[in-house]
């Protein structure tokens, strides 16, 4: 699953010209502490709660901070929830190659796409593998994995914008799958990212709860 897929319908973009009064219910709305500022199109920044909060008289191009911290959007959820986890955001905005803003996203939508479907949520390894469309074969990437006393509990396909690529998310039922990932080298796979589900998803739950009780105070 890519982020394009799980865009937040919550999260309106400010504009430069909004004040920091008439924005701040936009923030329990879409239950983060930062909002993505959108000019014409392009990202150009972030404002945060706090700052909104204590410049009520001001407008929102006094005080935006110009982060220009993006993911793109055919990026994998995993790798998303694995950006979001190590940077400490709790909102990013998504762009395209071009910088034209598609959308954000937040914690709340990774946890949502996250445990949706329960193979995905219980604990074990994610690997996201690129591959020409008409190399893709899961009784192939089967046979390797149980080959190595492992099995596929769940996959999700993707496309590589503008191309003939795909981005197979294999979910196993164990996080030992070193073997399983020198078979699929030794078979030409690219390997595009390893997750370990169980980690990332107590991670982000964990400060969901917090940002939920910070909004409710």
């Not at 986890?85 to 939508?109: F, H, M, N, P, W």
């Not at 590589?160 to 078979?183: C, G, M, P, R, Y």
Request: a negative charge; charged letters at 20%.
């Amino acid at each position: 699953m890519l982020v394009n897929e799980i865009l937040s319908e919550w999260i309106i973009p400010l504009k430069k010209t909004d004040t920091c009064d008439a924005v701040a219910m936009f923030f329990a709305d879409a239950q983060t502490l930062e909002l993505p500022v959108v000019e014409q199109g392009k990202f150009i920044g972030y404002v945060g709660l706090q700052s909104a909060l204590v410049n009520k008289s001001k407008r929102v191009e006094e005080i935006i901070e110009h982060q220009h911290i993006t993911i793109h959007n055919d990026l994998h959820i995993f790798d998303a929830a694995l950006f979001l986890s190590q940077s400490g955001r709790y909102c990013v905005a998504v762009c395209d190659e071009q910088g034209v803003y598609k959308g954000a996203i937040t914690l709340k939508e990774i946890n949502k796409a996250i445990s949706t479907d329960a193979a995905w949520a219980i604990p074990g390894a994610i690997v996201t593998l690129e591959m020409p469309a008409r190399d893709y074969t899961l009784t192939e990437l089967s046979r390797l994995a149980e080959m190595n006393q492992v099995k596929i509990t769940g996959v999700h396909i993707g496309r590589v914008q503008d191309s003939e690529q795909l981005l197979v998310s294999l979910k196993f039922n164990s996080t030992e799958i070193n073997q399983v990932l020198h078979a699929f080298e030794r078979y030409d796979y690219v390997i595009k990212s390893v997750h370990q589900i169980s980690s990332i998803n107590e991670d982000l739950s964990a400060r969901m709860q917090w940002l939920i009780k910070y909004l409710n105070t």
